[in-house]
């Protein structure tokens, strides 16, 4: 069992940051056999980010080209150069209920959101900070209400 | 895809490389809420959730001063150039044999070890820009 008070319940989501797509997306589908999900063009920016479902449940990774170009790539991460790591991000769920109370929680001691946003098509809900050294976490909870009737 | 016939069943752990240990840890424990499993001189395990077949879903910290647990295991990406230390995806044991001989038939270098604490077996590979991949699955004989 997780201790009783542990807000977070899994490991949602695992991002990389990628050079050459084509080349890293044949590895993931062909060699680790993995299932797109969904392949986002992105509206302001070059480049592509791609998800893949792992294993049974809501689990993900993804892949983020590095000309992608969003809110997280720019100067938000004090220690690390952008460039310099290939993990964009890593997500853990937690639950609705503890969706704000959580937000609230971190903030009261400090932490800086740095972002907050919806996913209408993974119907989710999420908002992202900083650990101590530059690495870009990302809090998201599953929301139905989220992207119901879009798309 | 059926999803049963999938090979990975589900991410296994996210590491990290880090600078300053005792404070990665004391904010993933106090502020992220993450119960440790393990903490040593150079490493901290903590347990995130339930895992796949027995495993449990970890999140590690790993001190970037000490290479000796994947010395060997990343080519291409320079343990300077990224806070991303591996990832691991969970497979079935009986699966086991026959990933690492498909992996090796790609022309991948394979290294397959034991982590007795852990009772689980792995495999390490890396992926096209050196990023440092394991297969791994719980196996209650690994003590």
Request: hydrophobic residues 35%; glycine residues 8%; proline residues 2%.
């Amino acid at each position: 069992m997780n201790k009783s008070n542990q807000s977070v319940k899994g490991i949602a989501e695992i991002s990389l940051r990628v050079h050459d797509l084509d080349l890293m997306r044949r590895f993931y589908e062909q060699v680790i056999g993995l299932e797109v999900l969904r392949e986002n063009k992105h509206k302001h920016s070059e480049g592509k980010a791609i998800f893949y479902a792992v294993g049974a449940g809501d689990e993900n990774l993804a892949l983020f080209e590095e000309k992608l170009i969003d809110w997280y790539t720019r100067d938000k991460s004090p220690q690390i150069d952008p460039k310099l790591t290939t993990l964009s991000h890593f997500a853990f769920s937690i639950a609705l209920d503890d969706f704000e109370s959580e937000k609230k929680r971190l903030e009261g001691i400090g932490i800086e959101i740095v972002h907050s946003g919806t996913s209408s098509w993974m119907h989710s809900r999420m908002f992202y900070f900083f650990d101590p050294e530059g690495n870009l976490i990302e809090f998201k909870s599953h929301d139905e209400s989220v992207g119901r009737g879009e798309e | 895809m059926n999803k049963s016939n999938r090979r990975v069943k589900g991410l296994g752990e996210v590491s990290i490389r880090v600078k300053d240990l005792d404070a990665m840890h004391k904010f993933y424990e106090e502020v992220v809420g993450l119960e440790v499993l393990r903490r040593d001189e150079s490493f901290v395990f903590f347990k995130v959730a339930e895992g796949y077949g027995g495993h449990t879903q970890n999140l590690a910290l790993f001190d970037a001063t000490n290479r000796s647990f994947l010395e060997n295991k990343s080519l291409g990406i320079s343990p300077e150039a990224t806070t991303l230390h591996h990832i691991a995806l969970n497979v079935a044991l009986e699966d086991f044999e026959s990933e690492k001989m498909r992996l090796e038939g790609l022309g991948l270098k394979v290294n397959a070890t034991v982590h007795e604490w852990l009772h689980v077996r792995s495999l390490y590979f890396p992926d096209p820009e050196g990023n440092s991949l394991e297969f791994v699955c719980y196996d209650e004989t690994v003590r």
